[in-house]
């Protein structure tokens, strides 16, 4: 155990802040130049994938068959630790967005680089301005045929599954996109919440079969969030 808390708090911890620093400044500027956000998208898909092999996460995906073909998807997750954006990122070929704090895009050229790369606030306590940039994100997909990756529990979970706010589905009925549940396993092992102790595990991403919205009024938000609740916790339920 001493062993493993020195290899991560002196190598594997300095290796992601650094390739997070590295990667970071790249996407900044090259945010200068593309306007659609597949640089900064291809650039996030390396930086996760550093992230993995030096956390030493074996990493596989199940089911990448069940996205629909050239479509945009609402990616509904669970959220088990900080690793699972760049287990998603390095795991799904998709043209991913996602929505960030609102305060990130308050500071001087963070704000104006996520915005440059598609990216949405997250507005909590506020749901007029909440319901605003979920209508912003549906046009978003529309509009650049983009997915977006949201974390309905509303925040990391240190041991069952939250019951899921409404605004994943809201999006994708908004959107008229299908919603796609993804279940995240092994991450919390990688990297705990409360913990910068870093370590070699197991992590799969399962990804369940879409749900179309097709005719679903918004009235319909909470019985689709109730039904990706139940598929996301029979994936992460599921054993190998």
């Not at 190598?11 to 970071?24: N, R």
């Not at 605003?132 to 983009?146: D, F, I, T």
Request: a positive charge; proline letters at 6%.
């Amino acid at each position: 155990m001493l062993w493993s808390r020195l290899r991560a708090y002196l190598l594997i911890d300095p290796l992601i802040i650094l390739a997070t620093l590295v990667f970071g400044l790249l996407s900044l500027l090259s945010s200068a130049f593309d306007k659609s956000g597949h640089t900064q998208h291809a650039i996030a898909r390396l930086w996760a994938r550093i992230l993995l092999a030096v956390s030493g996460a074996h990493a596989r995906v199940e089911g990448l068959e069940k996205l629909p073909p050239g479509a945009s998807c609402v990616l509904v997750a669970n959220h088990e630790s900080y690793m699972d954006i760049p287990a998603v990122l390095a795991l799904i070929p998709l043209q991913i967005r996602f929505f960030a704090k609102n305060g990130l895009f308050r500071i001087p050229l963070l704000g104006g680089h996520l915005k440059r790369a598609g990216h949405l606030p997250v507005v909590r306590g506020n749901p007029r301005a909440s319901l605003k940039s979920l209508s912003e994100g549906a046009r978003l997909m529309r509009e650049r045929g983009v997915s977006v990756l949201l974390f309905p529990e509303g925040g990391r979970s240190p041991g069952q599954l939250r019951e899921f706010k409404e605004g994943a589905a809201y999006l994708a009925i908004k959107a008229g996109a299908p919603a796609v549940p993804i279940g995240i396993v092994g991450t919390r092992a990688v990297l705990p919440m409360a913990s910068f102790h870093v370590r070699p595990h197991a992590v799969t991403v399962r990804i369940g079969d879409p749900i179309s919205t097709d005719g679903l009024k918004l009235d319909a938000r909470a019985e689709l969030s109730h039904t990706l609740r139940n598929k996301v916790a029979e994936l992460i339920a599921r054993e190998d």
